[in-house]
């Protein structure tokens, strides 16, 4: 037995998260500027790093480690013990599935999601149906193991994953809420914008080195600090890396410069997050970011609620106008603040503006938590993903790859990731919202590109917490209430009915 | 008991260099473009990957499993035979030094190493020593714990390290006839270039994207393929990657293209070496480089005798003319071709021309081995590095910080490394004499910039022999003799004397 079985479990996990710390720094690589020819090499250093990883967790030794550390607890401090919490949570859901099962879903995720690259464009969704029901089968069985073991149902077992401590019951409630409220705001924003002289677009084309250059400028201003991080290209935009050098990616379209510059200030707040995280605590659990609701209620307060504003596009249009050497009309700061607010249903999520974004959302929660429950088989799923954009959007995709065959998620094996995106929005409209109520001058600073105040409000309430509190605890004490819709509720009607 | 120990060995080293792989591009990421910021995290994967990997090595179990596949050695293959042995040969290094002295090895050199990072530059011995000593103590403890393990003298130890299966016999005879020959050569290449004309620098500036240009060119003509590999900027330059994804680096100087370019070349060569070894043993002993000697010979090769030919110059001289738009005598291929090479004594190793670069190494060899052998204090180390160099080039070094102090290589614990340097000249000369004899017409293919013949028969005749034979038996087989200096000495006498 080891004297100090709570420290042999930091210096373990410091190990695991040091090696896995590596991985995301490969995958990273991988995205922007590994060759080609490199991937195979590539998936043999990514697995090695991942069995290591899942071998030094399952170690027999661990559970032991575990009892000897809960015997110590009344001598751990409130982080360690929190601490402690997190790695048993991280432990439980790495032994709670067998490793055959690991590895039949890793087998499984890859030959869907190749299946699923050739069936979108095609429109195809019998062609990767029977790939995604093997994938769906499997999820469900290591659901059901995590299930037991988390003492959980099945569906909030795979969000725990996600979003430790939420529940598929919190989320009826407030995707309920929501669903009800959206068919009677979206017209009304609709009909408003309509009645309104459509926001001009500046003409391009914006150079992609100009693009990049504003991108910068703009991350600094937002708080981005380029001693511990990155800003380069990749097919899909992300914030990897680590806490200490963080690694932001983005796409150009010459065409359109508004496009990459919000993808960055998106990313910039994830990497805000992630470089605001407690430093005493690196590599460990507590020292990790709360969850994916959280994580992106940072990235959407950026993005919408800071830098789609009136005030910002008011420090932004000279900036950019000055990048590109625009002119006219289209570059009038309440031009730019219409175009970046522009309200309109669509088929694509990742496209959706932020008052119709919800619905995507809640129609594959209602999905996943069916197909997970055995409630609806998969050959239901396009007729109804179909209706549910009727009911929810009052569109119907013309065919699958606008329909369900749009998302990765499912294909590559998350359910219980969906949810997370919208509440990150409610999360991010009510962290906004505390924070300018507790510093009424903050939109005024936004108009001048000042985020430091903000950005010090957002490192005491959520950032330095790191994984201390579970997410209700984290908003509760930020903002007064634990999360829900009513101050989102709140900010679209300012924004695109009062406004 | 395992039933197949040899393919379970075959595993584990598998994953071992998987992993020590993933190392291998975070070294790459943190010499080229990591932020400064990210540096204390990337030390933690680092060391995570290194510890995982010596402890795999060093698992119990592999003692069994070395008994076991040795006794199942009449039914491997040829290939899994040389695999057997170059495991097992890199089994014994990594077991051989406890792992106390591993770590204080290694908190030595970096302690050393920021040491000697501030005592370069202010010429400042003294201030190092201390560190050195350290380093030296250690490094001899480890060097003998390995000599007993290999049943090797400690150096001959160390350089296995290096230079699988050489020994300091071997190294002593040619070094010996170099250093005699040399003091007889250097004078007379000397003289006759101070017979004739000064050739003509070509003047810039030489902006950096065009010198990237061409490098780019010049690589592939040489036969670098950009779907496995990249080129990219660090401040010393190296070959990094791995076979499948080899990262070259340079440093760009506007003032000189032709340093930037021959850099770019002798990195090329190291890479053309690891991209064409064994496919069917990635990441296993046998599928590795033979050792540092061949590397640098496949190096100096590219950049010595084929690149920095008269026949390369024709083809290079209006390329670069035209990347840079210069005119008049300089661009002339021959006026390149003197320029290339250059002999001049210089108090600097990495600076030298390949006449008088046998002679650094030949002193630094002297120096180690009577350090090692402690026949010789590092207070008397300043005083002999000046008079070896006196003895070897006529020169002696005005202060430290152009003599003793230059290299890294010592103060980073790196003892039986230099003689590589040396003995890859000579191969390189060995190698690429078979390869015209074998072929005729590759000096006239150069002039052409076609590589391809000669690239071919480097393939067969070293790359893709991997670690199956030792660089005696390589040679042998390529050019009908070991390794020796003959070669290398009619090379110089062409190149210099006759030419």
């Given at each position: 037995m080891?004297?100090?079985?709570?420290s042999?479990l930091?210096?373990r996990?410091?190990?695991?998260?040091?090696?896995?710390?590596?991985?995301?720094m490969l995958?990273?690589?991988?995205?922007t500027?590994?060759?080609s020819?490199?991937?195979?090499a590539r998936s043999e250093?990514?697995?090695?790093?991942?069995v290591?990883?899942?071998?030094?967790?399952?170690?027999?030794?661990?559970?032991?480690?575990f009892?000897g550390?809960?015997?110590?607890?009344?001598?751990?401090?409130g982080?360690?013990?929190?601490n402690l919490?997190?790695?048993?949570?991280?432990?439980?859901?790495?032994t709670?599935?067998?490793?055959?099962l690991?590895?039949?879903?890793?087998?499984?995720?890859?030959?869907?999601?190749?299946?699923?690259?050739?069936?979108?464009?095609?429109?195809d969704f019998?062609?990767?149906?029977?790939?995604?029901?093997?994938?769906?089968?499997?999820?469900?069985?290591?659901?059901q193991a995590?299930?037991?073991a988390?003492?959980?149902?099945?569906?909030?077992?795979l969000l725990d994953q996600?979003e430790?401590?939420?529940?598929?019951?919190?989320i009826?409630?407030?995707?309920?809420?929501?669903?009800?409220w959206?068919?009677?705001?979206l017209?009304?924003v609709l009909e408003r914008q309509?009645?309104?002289?459509p926001?001009?677009?500046?003409?391009?084309?914006?150079p992609?080195?100009?693009?990049?250059?504003?991108?910068?400028?703009?991350m600094?201003?937002?708080g981005?600090?380029?001693?511990?991080?990155?800003?380069?290209?990749s097919?899909?935009?992300?914030?990897?890396?680590?806490?200490?050098d963080l690694?932001?990616t983005?796409?150009?379209?010459?065409?359109?410069?508004?496009s990459?510059?919000?993808?960055v200030l998106?990313?910039t707040?994830?990497?805000?997050?992630?470089?605001?995280?407690?430093?005493?605590?690196?590599?460990?659990?507590?020292?990790?970011?709360?969850?994916?609701a959280?994580?992106?209620?940072?990235?959407?307060?950026v993005e919408?609620q800071?830098?789609?504003?009136?005030?910002f596009?008011?420090?932004m249009?000279?900036?950019?106008?000055?990048?590109?050497?625009?002119g006219?009309?289209?570059?009038?700061?309440?031009?730019?603040?219409?175009l970046?607010?522009q309200v309109?249903?669509?088929?694509?999520?990742?496209?959706?503006?932020?008052?119709?974004?919800?619905?995507?959302?809640i129609l594959?929660?209602r999905?996943e938590?069916a197909?997970?429950?055995?409630?609806?088989?998969?050959d239901?799923l396009?007729?109804?993903?179909?209706?549910?954009?009727?009911q929810?959007?009052g569109?119907?995709p013309?065919?699958?790859?606008l329909?369900?065959?749009?998302?990765i998620?499912?294909?590559d094996?998350?359910?219980g990731?969906?949810?997370?995106?919208?509440?990150?929005?409610?999360?991010?409209?009510q962290?906004?919202?505390?924070?300018t109520t507790?510093?009424?001058?903050?939109p005024?600073?936004?108009r001048?590109?000042d985020?430091?105040?903000l950005?010090?409000?957002?490192?005491t309430?959520?950032?330095g917490l790191?994984?201390?509190l579970?997410?209700?605890?984290?908003l509760e004490?930020?903002?007064g209430a634990?999360l829900?819709?009513t101050v989102?509720?709140?900010?679209?009607?300012r924004?695109y009915?009062?406004?």
């Amino acid at each position: 037995m080891t004297t100090h079985p709570y420290s042999e479990l930091e210096t373990r996990f410091s190990r695991i998260n040091a090696l896995s710390e590596a991985g995301g720094m490969l995958n990273w690589d991988m995205a922007t500027l590994m060759p080609s020819g490199g991937a195979a090499a590539r998936s043999e250093q990514l697995a090695a790093i991942s069995v290591t990883c899942h071998q030094m967790m399952t170690d027999p030794k661990m559970a032991e480690l575990f009892e000897g550390a809960h015997a110590e607890a009344d001598r751990l401090t409130g982080w360690q013990a929190a601490n402690l919490r997190e790695m048993r949570r991280q432990w439980l859901h790495a032994t709670a599935v067998p490793e055959r099962l690991v590895e039949q879903i890793s087998r499984a995720t890859n030959r869907c999601e190749l299946a699923w690259r050739e069936a979108r464009p095609a429109s195809d969704f019998q062609q990767v149906k029977p790939y995604l029901q093997e994938v769906l089968d499997l999820t469900r069985e290591a659901g059901q193991a995590k299930a037991q073991a988390l003492d959980l149902s099945v569906y909030d077992a795979l969000l725990d994953q996600f979003e430790p401590g939420f529940s598929s019951r919190r989320i009826d409630e407030i995707f309920g809420r929501l669903a009800r409220w959206l068919p009677e705001v979206l017209p009304r924003v609709l009909e408003r914008q309509r009645a309104q002289r459509p926001p001009e677009r500046p003409e391009g084309p914006f150079p992609q080195a100009k693009q990049e250059q504003l991108g910068r400028r703009l991350m600094q201003a937002v708080g981005f600090d380029f001693d511990h991080g990155r800003l380069d290209v990749s097919l899909h935009p992300f914030c990897g890396g680590v806490p200490d050098d963080l690694r932001i990616t983005t796409r150009y379209d010459e065409s359109d410069f508004t496009s990459a510059i919000m993808g960055v200030l998106h990313e910039t707040g994830h990497a805000l997050y992630e470089r605001g995280l407690p430093a005493d605590w690196r590599r460990q659990p507590v020292g990790e970011a709360r969850g994916m609701a959280l994580h992106e209620s940072q990235s959407l307060l950026v993005e919408m609620q800071a830098c789609r504003s009136a005030e910002f596009s008011q420090f932004m249009a000279p900036i950019a106008q000055e990048a590109f050497g625009g002119g006219g009309a289209a570059w009038d700061p309440h031009n730019l603040y219409r175009l970046a607010t522009q309200v309109e249903p669509d088929f694509i999520r990742v496209d959706a503006d932020e008052v119709t974004y919800p619905a995507h959302v809640i129609l594959r929660y209602r999905l996943e938590t069916a197909l997970i429950a055995g409630d609806m088989s998969l050959d239901d799923l396009p007729a109804a993903w179909n209706e549910g954009m009727q009911q929810l959007l009052g569109i119907t995709p013309p065919e699958d790859r606008l329909g369900c065959l749009q998302d990765i998620h499912w294909f590559d094996g998350a359910f219980g990731y969906f949810p997370t995106y919208t509440l990150g929005a409610l999360a991010a409209a009510q962290l906004f919202e505390a924070a300018t109520t507790a510093h009424p001058e903050i939109p005024e600073q936004l108009r001048r590109g000042d985020f430091t105040p903000l950005l010090a409000w957002l490192r005491t309430n959520v950032h330095g917490l790191g994984s201390a509190l579970d997410t209700d605890t984290i908003l509760e004490r930020a903002t007064g209430a634990k999360l829900d819709e009513t101050v989102f509720q709140r900010h679209i009607q300012r924004r695109y009915l009062d406004g």
